[in-house]
């Protein structure tokens, strides 16, 4: 059993920057892929950037080149650094944690075998 607890949620400018912390603990946190998802009012959960066990990382597109996921195993944490930030980032982010062995279902939301219960993220004009 993983908990997962993200912190660093906040009210920021459009244009600003947040770092997004989930520390894990209970499991084995660096035999699991990390996983952040966003979640809008109303609209379903959505991948946005994905680190391996052994570090290689995903974004979706509408991310790429602001948001940058990495890992400390050694804290248990994994972060999300965003910057540049937009109207529509403006959700709550998850952080979750899939089975090594499920990589190939890294942007599916439904595979993910833990979650945090989400930071607030928003961004205003």
């Not at 059993?1 to 993200?6: D, H, N, R, T």
């Not at 209970?26 to 991948?47: L, N, T, V």
């Amino acid at each position: 059993q993983v908990q997962l607890v993200e912190s660093g949620g906040g009210l920021v400018q459009a244009g600003g920057s947040l770092r997004l912390s989930c520390a894990g603990s209970g499991g084995a946190f660096s035999s699991y892929h990390m996983g952040w998802f966003s979640q809008a009012p109303g609209k379903e959960r959505k991948f946005v950037a994905v680190i391996s066990s052994g570090g290689s990382t995903e974004y979706v597109d509408s991310v790429k080149g602001r948001f940058t996921i990495s890992r400390d195993n050694a804290k248990n944490t994994v972060y999300l650094q965003m910057n540049s930030l937009k109207l529509e980032d403006t959700a709550v982010y998850y952080c979750a944690a899939l089975h090594f062995v499920k990589y190939y279902s890294r942007a599916s939301p439904s595979e993910y075998d833990y979650w945090g219960q989400g930071t607030q993220v928003t961004v205003s004009s």
